[in-house]
C-alpha cells in the first residue's frame, strides 16, 4: 500500500511540474478573456456593445466606413428661405436634429419641407438651388406671416448618404462640418451626408452633416 501511494503522489507532483512549466497536456485556459492569447489576438468591444446607449461621432464614422455604407444621392424638394431680420438676430431656434441654432446676421433662415428651420449662407444656396417665386407663409417658430422665396434642388447636384442601422443603440451623434461644436442626435435609421466628392472613404471624414429619416426619405432620393 505504502508503494502505491508513493507512486501516486510523485505522478502528482509530475503533473504538477508539467503544468507550471507550459507542457502539460491538461493545461486549463485562462478565466479572463485574453489572458495567455497574443497581444493581436485581444478582441475590442464592438460599436454596438453597449446596448440602449447612442454611438459617438467617432463610432458613428467607423460604422461607415466599416460596412462601406456610402450610396450616392440627389436632394427632390424644395426648401423655403428668407434672409435673418435684424430684430431676429441672437434668436434660438429649435431644430430637428435636438439642438439651439440662433439666428446669425447676414445668414438665411432655410426651411424644409417638414418645417425644420436651418441656417446657411446665400453663397450656398445658389450654389445648390434655384430660385423660384416668392411666397407669404408663417411657419411655427415665426411671430408674423413673412415673405420667403422658394428654392428648387439643381439636378446635377449630388451629395453621398449613409444609414445608420444599429438597433443595440438608442441612436447616434454628429458634429456638423459647418459649426463641430453642435452635436446632433439621430435616432437609428437616421443618415449622415457629405458633399458629391469621388470617393467618400478617402474624404475629410467629419465633413458631414445630419439629416433625420423622416425628412431624409420625403426630400432625397438614391442615385443608381
Not at 447612442?54 to 455604407?69: D, G, K, V
Not at 423655403?80 to 431644430?95: I, L
Not at 453663397?123 to 411657419?139: C, H, L, N, R
Not at 408674423?144 to 453621398?160: C, G, I, L, T
Request: net charge negative.
Amino acid at each position: 500500500m505504502k508503494s502505491v501511494l508513493q507512486i501516486s503522489h510523485r505522478l502528482s507532483c509530475l503533473t504538477v511540474m508539467l503544468a507550471a512549466m507550459g507542457g502539460g497536456a491538461c493545461d486549463r485556459p485562462s478565466s479572463r478573456p485574453g489572458e495567455g492569447l497574443p497581444s493581436s489576438t485581444a478582441v475590442e468591444p464592438a460599436a454596438d456593445d453597449n446596448p440602449d446607449g447612442e454611438m459617438s461621432h467617432q463610432e458613428t464614422l467607423a460604422w461607415i466606413q466599416q460596412h462601406r455604407a456610402w450610396r450616392r444621392v440627389r436632394k427632390t424638394k424644395p426648401i423655403w428661405a428668407r434672409a435673418v431680420s435684424a430684430d431676429e438676430v441672437g434668436k434660438e431656434f429649435q431644430t430637428a436634429d435636438r439642438a439651439i441654432e440662433s439666428a446669425r446676421e447676414g445668414y438665411w433662415l432655410s426651411v424644409g419641407v417638414a418645417d425644420e428651420p436651418w441656417f446657411q449662407d446665400r453663397a450656398k444656396i445658389d450654389a445648390k438651388y434655384t430660385p423660384g417665386k416668392v411666397e407669404s407663409k408663417q411657419f411655427s417658430f415665426d411671430d408674423a406671416s413673412r415673405e420667403y422665396q422658394v428654392f428648387h434642388p439643381k439636378p446635377d447636384v449630388m451629395n453621398w448618404g449613409a444609414q445608420i442601422l444599429v438597433p443595440t443603440r438608442k441612436g447616434f451623434n454628429i458634429h456638423p462640418s459647418y459649426d463641430p461644436s453642435l452635436s446632433l442626435f439621430s435616432p437609428s435609421g437616421g443618415y449622415v451626408v457629405k458633399p458629391d466628392v469621388d470617393d467618400p472613404y478617402t474624404d475629410d471624414p467629419d465633413h458631414v452633416w445630419l439629416v433625420q429619416q423622416p425628412l431624409f426619405e420625403s426630400t432625397y432620393e438614391f442615385v443608381e
